[in-house]
Nanobody, 121 residues
Framework: QVQLVESGGGLVQAGGSLRLSCAAS????????MRWYRQAPGKQRELVAT???????LYTDSVKGRFTISRDNAKNTVSLQMNSLKPEDTAVYYC???????????????WGQGTQVTVSS
């Protein structure tokens, strides 16, 4: 059984910083892409940032230059450093990863439970 557990959310003033972390555990043979999504109240879930197995990164336009995604393959973790936070960054942030549980298994998409980030103005 694979689990993703996020941590690091909270309340911060506009202009502040937060660092989100997500740890994958359980039966893991390999991890492909790892991502952070967010969902604000009344809005659709949005892809925020992606890091590939080769450490290439992609960001949605609204966070470019402010957020940095990184991964530690030895620890099966992915982090999101969020700087210069704005009230519009307020959302539940979800970790997502494409994980292959065993040598003979296929990749599947796994999700964390979400962590709340609230940015006050």
């Amino acid at each position: 059984q694979v689990q993703l557990v996020e941590s690091g959310g909270g309340l911060v003033q506009a202009g502040g910083s937060l660092r989100l972390s997500c740890a994958a555990s359980g039966s893991i043979f390999s991890i492909n892409a790892m991502r952070w999504y967010r969902q604000a109240p009344g809005k659709q879930r949005e892809l925020v940032a992606t890091v590939t197995s080769g450490d290439s990164t992609l960001y949605t336009d609204s966070v470019k230059g402010r957020f940095t995604i990184s991964r530690d393959n030895a620890k099966n973790t992915v982090s999101l450093q969020m700087n210069s936070l704005k009230p519009e960054d307020t959302a539940v942030y979800y970790c997502n990863a494409d994980i292959r549980p065993s040598l003979y298994g296929a990749y599947a998409s796994y999700w964390g439970q979400g962590t709340q980030v609230t940015v006050s103005s």
